[in-house]
Structures are given as C-alpha cells and as structure tokens.
C-alpha cells in the first residue's frame, strides 16, 4: 500500500506482486498446507478489493478506525487458525513465532507500526499515522484473541489405560511425561500422563481422551512458560 501511495499504481495488484515472495518463503518455512490458503486468501482480497465499491460510510475516523481494525482482525485471525495466513506481515510473524514465543498479532502489530510510522514520517501526516495505529492495535488484539496458538497448558491425565493413550496421545507430537501412581483412599495404582500443548491443541487432545477413557481424570493448568524442546 505504501507503494501505491507513493507511485498511484494499483494497489490490489501491488499487494498481489509483493506477497509472491513471501509466499514461497511461506513454503519453505512453514508447509504446504500454510501456503495454499495462503494463495486462495491473497487471490481473494485481490479480487474483493478490485469488485468491491469504495465509498464512504463514515466521516469519524475514530469509528472507521476501531471497525476497520476489528474487521480486519476476524479475517486474519480466522485465516490464521485455519492454518493460512492473510499474506504480508501475516506470514513474516508466522514464520517468526515459530522460532519464538510471541503473540503473533503483537508482532504484527510492531511490524506493521514500523510501516504506519515511515508512511506518516514521508507524507507528513501524522494524523492519518495515528488513526492507522489505533486501526493496527485493535487488529493485533482481535488476532491474539482468536489465534491462541502462542498459549500453552499443562495436562495432567490420570488413567488406567496407559499404552492405549499413549499410543493415541503420540500424533499429537507432543512430549510425554509417564509418572506410577496410586489412588491414596483405594490404594489402586494408575499412571499419570503429563503433557505441554497449546490451547488451540487442547480440544482435539481433550476429544481423543473422551473417545478412548472417558473414566481417565483430567487437569489442565496454565502454563507461564516453557523451556527446552517444545514443538510449535
């Protein structure tokens, strides 16, 4: 878009242009899975941005601003928890979350600031800048509110069925821990399964537990933080 600004060429096929790149990073990076939603997501907003109609609902730039951030942030964060991305900065922060343990709309957030802050530092417009700030904040938040890969959680799963969770529990691909204990009233023993995943793991993991032993006991904390090997 700041391209646009600058050289008034078209800015849907800009934002096409541009995103090829990332993309193939996208490929190599994350998977196949990420890139074609990928595509199907930037081939979409290309055309919706050619078919749609501008014009203009509002004059308050507040408002535009608080419906625009919200908007945006349900469609990137329901691409993003599909496994896609919305192209751009989403796949950047994809890629770099990854790595690291960040919120993903946080990090778009400063990545997309850098932008806001050097489009208002060259049209000297801090204005238009501000109001963008606020649009791009709102977004990052609906994204961190819906995208909740980045948290984690402790289960604790006490059951008599061992071999056959775990056996289950494996394509998760995540760690297990495997602890002997016994029931202090019944003196029965059992064993204790203990896990790190994500919320947004947590209800296929909760969903298998049901199907293979609904009879299993199940804990789940929050977890501040994680070190050593985590899978993300």
Known sequence: MMVGYFTRWNISLLFFAFNLPLLIWGLLSVGKKFVFLSVISVIFTTWFMEVFP??????DLIMSSV????LVGLGTGISLRAGGSTGGFDIIGSILTRKRDFPLGTVMFALNGLVILALGYFKKNWDLALYS????????KIIDTI???????????V???????????KRLQRGITVIDTSGAYTGESHHMLMTVTTRYELSELQHLIRQWDPQAFVN??????VMGLFRR
């Open 54 to 59: 501008r014009f203009s609902v509002t004059n």
């Open 67 to 70: 419906t625009g951030g919200v």
């Open 133 to 140: 700030m606020l649009c791009i904040y709102i977004t990052g």
């Open 147 to 157: 995208h909740i890969r980045h948290l984690k959680v402790t289960v604790f799963i």
């Open 159 to 169: 059951t008599k069925k061992k071999d056959l969770l775990v056996q289950k529990m």
């Open 220 to 225: 789940v904390t929050e977890t501040v933080g």
